[in-house]
């Protein structure tokens, strides 16, 4: 084996820590040389709980000043995945950046731009598309086995999303709207599904529904106000969606890490402040007749995401919680339906997908694969989620290419 390559961690949370730090640190090809967050002692906390001893930073230059890397990871929330981009390639970095690329369309271009100007590789964490369900997908409709296909649908239920409603995913300021934030996974999948056809339009409904004050699950008692969050508030022990801090959660949202910046992660749900939906629909038009619908439903015990995908030779249905492909032939005549289960490879993050996106990303550094997921195809992703959130606050249909003008 080579040397060991040098990677960079910006934004030391959960997906920083709890993916790509637990993954890094068990390949014996790579290693995490640095960490950098604007909060120290939550990267310091980090490196505890890992056992690793990465430079600590808190700032970008400092780092690039000080670092020799072959690749950075970029895990800060949405709206910093540009500026730190930009920055990390002009320091002559690859880079993998987790979902979305950046939170509209403008800024994507922009690192685009600094890519082809430095010669360096962007890799987006879209590791929906290592997930082993939909890679079978791809390959049962890359097959032909339902024809050319004219109409996909996904239905997303996600009990984890409602935390969203706790912390910084809940504002449209950080997240650029759930339609990009999470929503750009599902459009990538759409996109890869189907072989990139061009997005013309986007209409979009969504809103919060269930996650606001008249929500709230249990009778409030005079002179007791719930929240502000779940660690101290009055209904904490009867709330029958008090958040519970995971171990490492508590280590990295601890006393002294909170104080650094105020960053608390399990805000009352009901009734912190949000300008995001808790559920929604969106419906997208490819050229070429391609339609493809996304539900989203952030509320309830339910986590799957069911797709059904219809061809002129045959219809799959999809759970990525059961891990089946049903195929139906059109014409019976052909066979009955087939339903596969896809096991293995379901070890890690994401059923999966987690390991075979670092995997990818260390293969990229290495020279020895190019990336699947590219700056385009998180622009492309991007650019429908705009659209939706535009088309559900603005109540209309919007075009695509009004977000290139
Ligand atoms: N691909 C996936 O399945 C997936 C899943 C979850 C999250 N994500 C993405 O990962 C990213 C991180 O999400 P998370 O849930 O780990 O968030 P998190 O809140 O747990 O962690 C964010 C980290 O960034 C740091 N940070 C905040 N602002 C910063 C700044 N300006 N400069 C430097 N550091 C800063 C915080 O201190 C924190 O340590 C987001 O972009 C999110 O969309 C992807």
Redesign the pocket.
């Known amino acids: 084996m080579g040397k060991k390559l040098r990677i960079a961690i ?7 820590t709890g993916c790509f730090t637990a993954l890094l640190k068990e390949r014996e090809d790579a290693e995490i040389a640095a960490y ?4 120290r002692k ?2 310091e906390k980090a490196a505890e709980i890992y056992q690793i001893h990465p430079a600590i930073y808190t700032s970008v230059e400092e780092m690039a000043a000080r670092e020799k890397l072959d690749g950075v990871i970029i ?4 709206c ?2 540009h500026e ?1 981009a930009v920055k990390a390639l002009n320091s002559g970095w690859n880079v993998l950046i ?3 690329l950046a939170t509209n369309v403008k800024d994507c271009q922009d690192i685009i731009r600094t890519a082809e100007k430095t010669g360096k590789t962007v890799m987006i ?3 929906l598309r290592h997930h082993p369900v939909l890679k079978r997908l791809k390959e049962i409709i890359d097959e032909g086995v339902l024809g050319k296909v004219f109409l996909c649908e996904n239905r997303e239920f996600y009990d984890g999303g409602r935390t969203y409603m706790s ?2 995913n809940r504002l449209f300021q950080y997240t650029g709207g759930l339609w990009i ?1 999470k929503g750009s ?1 599902d459009f990538d999948i759409f996109n890869w599904l189907l072989d990139f056809p061009k997005p013309l339009r986007v209409t979009s409904f969504a809103a919060v529904n269930v996650l606001n004050p008249d929500g709230l699950p249990f009778p409030q008692e005079a002179g007791h106000k719930p929240g502000p969050d779940c660690s101290v508030c009055y209904y904490k022990d009867r709330c029958k969606d008090k958040y519970e801090l995971s171990r490492e959660e508590l280590q ?1 949202w601890g006393p002294e890490e909170v104080a650094e ?1 105020g ?1 608390v ?1 399990n805000l009352c749900m009901y009734l912190s402040d949000k300008d995001n939906h808790d559920n929604g629909i969106a419906m997208v038009e490819y050229e070429g007749g391609l339609k493809a619908s996304h539900f989203e439903c952030f509320i309830g015990s339910k986590s799957d995401r069911i797709y059904t995908i219809a061809g002129d030779r045959g219809i799959a249905e999809v759970s990525l919680t059961d891990r089946t492909i049903k195929v139906t032939p059109r014409w019976r005549r052909d066979g009955e339906s087939v339903t596969y289960r896809v096991g293995g490879e379901m070890e890690g993050g ?1 059923g999966g997908a987690d390991p075979s996106l670092v995997d990818t990303f260390c293969r990229v550094l290495r020279g020895e694969a190019i990336p699947n997921s590219t700056a385009e195809h998180g622009l492309l992703s991007t650019s429908i989620g705009q659209a939706a959130e535009i088309s559900r606050r603005e109540h209309r249909m919007v075009e695509i290419s009004e977000l290139y003008r």
């Open positions: 910006i934004g030391t949370g959960i997906r920083g950098c967050d604007n909060n939550r990267a895990t800060v929330p949405d910093f995945h730190y987790d979902k979305p964490g879209f590791n912390r910084w934030h996974h990295l910046d960053y992660k994401h």
